[in-house]
């Protein structure tokens, strides 16, 4: 099947930095790629839709400056974290979908532990 | 706007025992139906998905689901798990044609020896 990789799988900063979180489909184009945050114990929340050569769509409640999502190629899309701080710590998940298939059908990358110390 | 509904949080199991995880969803348009496993600190694995044709969906690792229109619902099934089966189940609807995809709550399937 498809494979979305994310880098790094865990990453651990100070209060004040940025951190870029990559989000990679290895075997197909992805026009679209999702990013997701999700908090111990809780289902995935979406963020933010990320268009190949186009500005991103965020969800509502959710800070653009804050959240820059880039996706410069078919194949690639970031998310950077700026300024992280302490409540930005959660697991971090894109998916991308194949451009190729009609089926609407996601595939997921295993995810960015990110802890802001 | 879709909705979905897993109404187990949690469902622990002995080893070998049927089980079943609950879904329902609520749309006003014609939806792409999907369960998704989630072992600790992963991402997320398509189990299985129904996009139309035969209600009765076989997934991997032994899942099935089936469509059920008229109660909009899309319960997960298997006749018999493993201690491996231990994890979190999400299901989710993305309306056809549409892009965005709505995650339940999620189920913690806990099987027990």
């Known amino acids: 099947g498809a494979v979305v990789s994310q880098h790094p799988s865990r990453v651990i900063c100070k209060s004040g930095t940025s951190v870029k979180i990559e989000c990679r489909s290895l075997?197909?184009?992805?026009?679209?790629m999702f990013w997701y945050r999700q908090f111990p114990k809780q289902s995935l929340m979406l963020m933010a839709t990320s268009n190949e050569g186009s500005k991103a769509t965020y969800e509502q409640g959710v800070e653009k400056d804050k959240f820059l999502i880039n996706h410069a190629s078919l194949t690639l899309s970031t998310l950077t974290v700026t300024s992280a701080h302490p409540e930005d710590s959660s697991f971090y998940i894109c998916?991308?979908?194949?451009?190729?298939?009609?089926?609407?059908?996601?595939?997921f990358g295993p995810g960015t532990r990110l802890t802001v110390l | 706007a879709q909705s979905v509904t897993q109404l187990d949080s949690q469902v622990p199991v002995f080893e070998e025992a049927p089980v079943e995880l609950r879904c329902n969803y609520s749309s006003s348009v014609s939806v792409y139906l999907f369960w998704y496993v989630q072992y600790p600190n992963q991402g997320l694995q398509l189990l299985l998905k129904?996009?139309?044709?035969?209600?009765l969906v076989k997934g991997i690792n032994g899942f099935e689901a089936e469509f059920n229109k008229s109660q909009t619902s899309f319960h997960l099934r298997k006749p018999s798990v493993h201690i491996s089966d231990t994890a979190e189940y999400f299901c989710a609807v993305t309306p056809g044609g549409g892009f965005k995809t709505i995650f339940g709550a999620g189920t913690r399937l806990f099987v027990k020896a």
């Open positions: 998916s991308a979908r194949d451009r190729a298939s009609y089926t609407d059908t996601q595939y």
């Open positions: 129904y996009l139309s044709g035969s209600t």
């Open positions: 075997d197909f184009q992805a026009t679209t």
